[in-house]
């Protein structure tokens, strides 16, 4: 994305959904940057969460814990740091997220693909941006308009924004399957 993506502006984008003024800075003293301030992280997060956003997707080999689980599976893996969800292990090995770790019968070093937590508002996706501001739009709406069914047209408009940003995320990489479906086909 462009480098004058802020999260200002795209809390801006979220406030003119809602008709609202415009912020200077999310420390503004006002109805609308205390909402942006109070909520942007956690609506980041939240719509990170909902798809795994090829622009957030890292990959990490964990070292097991030294306290293995107390029943059940011999390994126990922490999350990296910055970790939202995981995505893929790589084993064949049975395999159950718990809290914030990975249990399972595979041995170390474990290969993950995970969804991390991106903060740096230039690295968004430009789909995921609208997306993105839609959802603080919905979070932060009665707020700023204490009008229920606002709100719930945001979560709605946020829904039909998400599902159109992961179409296209979807296309940027081609999986196994896909692959040797078109090689049958040519």
Not at 17 to 27: I, K, R, V
Not at 38 to 57: T, V
Not at 73 to 86: D, H, K
Request: with cysteine; hydrophobic share 40%.
């Amino acid at each position: 994305m462009s480098a004058t993506t802020s999260f200002v502006s795209i809390c801006n984008r979220a406030l003119t959904f809602l008709g609202a003024d415009p912020l200077t800075a999310l420390t503004d003293d006002s109805k609308e940057g205390r909402a942006c301030n109070r909520m942007y992280e956690q609506s980041r997060d939240q719509a990170l969460r909902d798809h795994p956003w090829n622009f957030a997707i890292k990959r990490a080999s964990l070292a097991a814990s030294t306290t293995a689980p107390i029943y059940e599976y011999t390994n126990a893996f922490t999350w990296p740091t910055g970790c939202l969800r995981i995505i893929e292990v790589d084993t064949t090995e049975e395999w159950a997220v718990e809290g914030r770790s990975i249990v399972s019968d595979a041995a170390a070093p474990l290969k993950i693909v995970y969804l991390d937590t991106i903060t740096d508002p230039t690295e968004f996706d430009a789909m995921f941006i609208e997306a993105y501001a839609y959802r603080i739009a919905a979070d932060i709406s009665y707020d700023i308009t204490a009008n229920q069914t606002v709100t719930t047209n945001l979560e709605t408009l946020y829904a039909a924004k998400l599902a159109a940003a992961r179409l296209v995320d979807a296309q940027e990489s081609l999986s196994a399957d896909e692959n040797t479906w078109l090689e049958a086909r040519a």
